[in-house]
């Protein structure tokens, strides 16, 4: 089976895709301090440092703003997965990027998932904030498809390569939700690492192809 994936951006969408990131940090970083209910587009594009108006050309309202921040971590597993080494069986490689995504070394690593983990356990209180969420995992679900597609035998029918990427992309998903409503460090045990670890080995037998053994990586 063979899936696009997807090219790489202009030079005008780097650009783009950096003020948003911008105004989901600035998003992040009032929500934590204030709450969503506590604060205003106008206040996140001053702290983002932008007009009112380029807030509103790239989002709909102030909770959509942190999509790009909730994204990041999906695209950087996406981008160690698609750099897997053929051969790797599939369960294996899963794992071995999405933990490698969520121990990026450094202070702006951790400081991304203690945003993350503020960002969620506002969502608790606000449904908006709760749909961007599920958007964003929904939206990470879909662009894992092409790379797991790449990774897997080609007849692996279409059925099974969803459900792979639904299985892993959920992992991660609980994994961090659990992480954010406890105490545990952005490293160590229960960590985001720590958790998707666990819960994507305990996946491996529903990412294996019954009666054929598990799937592993092959050449591109």
């Given at each position: 089976?063979?899936?696009?994936?997807?090219?790489?951006?202009?030079?005008?969408?780097?650009?783009?895709?950096?003020?948003?990131?911008?105004?989901?940090?600035?998003?992040?970083?009032?929500?934590?301090?204030?709450?969503?209910?506590?604060?205003t587009?106008?206040?996140?594009?001053?702290?983002?440092?932008?007009?009112?108006?380029?807030?509103?050309?790239?989002?709909?309202?102030?909770?959509?703003?942190?999509?790009?921040?909730?994204?990041?971590?999906?695209?950087?597993?996406r981008?160690?997965?698609?750099?897997?080494?053929?051969?790797?069986?599939?369960?294996?490689?899963?794992?071995?990027?999405?933990?490698?995504?969520?121990?990026?070394?450094g202070?702006?690593?951790?400081?991304?998932?203690?945003?993350?983990?503020?960002?969620?356990?506002?969502?608790?209180?606000?449904?908006?904030?709760?749909?961007?969420?599920?958007?964003?995992?929904?939206?990470?679900?879909?662009?894992?498809?092409?790379?797991?597609?790449?990774?897997?035998?080609?007849?692996?029918?279409?059925?099974?390569?969803?459900?792979?990427?639904?299985?892993?992309?959920?992992?991660?998903?609980?994994?961090?939700?659990?992480?954010?409503?406890?105490?545990?460090?952005?490293?160590?045990?229960?960590?985001?690492?720590?958790?998707?670890?666990?819960?994507?080995?305990?996946?491996?037998?529903?990412v294996?192809?019954?009666?054929?053994?598990?799937?592993?990586?092959?050449?591109?």
């Open positions: 089976m063979s899936r696009p994936v997807n090219p790489p951006l202009s030079l005008t969408e780097r650009r783009k895709a950096a003020t948003q990131l911008d105004i989901a940090q600035a998003a992040a970083e009032l929500f934590t301090e204030q709450g969503p209910d506590g604060t587009a106008e206040e996140i594009a001053g702290r983002a440092g932008v007009a009112l108006r380029t807030f509103y050309r790239y989002f709909r309202n102030k909770q959509d703003a942190v999509g790009p921040l909730l994204s990041t971590g999906g695209a950087r597993w981008e160690l997965l698609a750099a897997t080494e053929p051969g790797t069986p599939l369960p294996r490689a899963l794992e071995a990027a999405a933990v490698a995504s969520l121990s990026q070394p202070e702006a690593a951790a400081e991304a998932l203690r945003w993350t983990r503020g960002l969620l356990r506002a969502a608790q209180d606000d449904p908006a904030l709760r749909a961007v969420w599920y958007r964003v995992n929904q939206e990470s679900e879909e662009r894992l498809l092409p790379v797991v597609a790449r990774l897997v035998d080609p007849a692996t029918d279409e059925l099974e390569l969803r459900l792979i990427a639904a299985a892993a992309t959920d992992a991660i998903r609980v994994s961090l939700e659990v992480w954010a409503a406890s105490d545990a460090d952005v490293a160590g045990p229960g960590s985001p690492a720590d958790l998707v670890a666990r819960a994507l080995g305990g996946a491996a037998h529903r294996a192809a019954p009666g054929s053994g598990t799937p592993a990586a092959t050449a591109p």
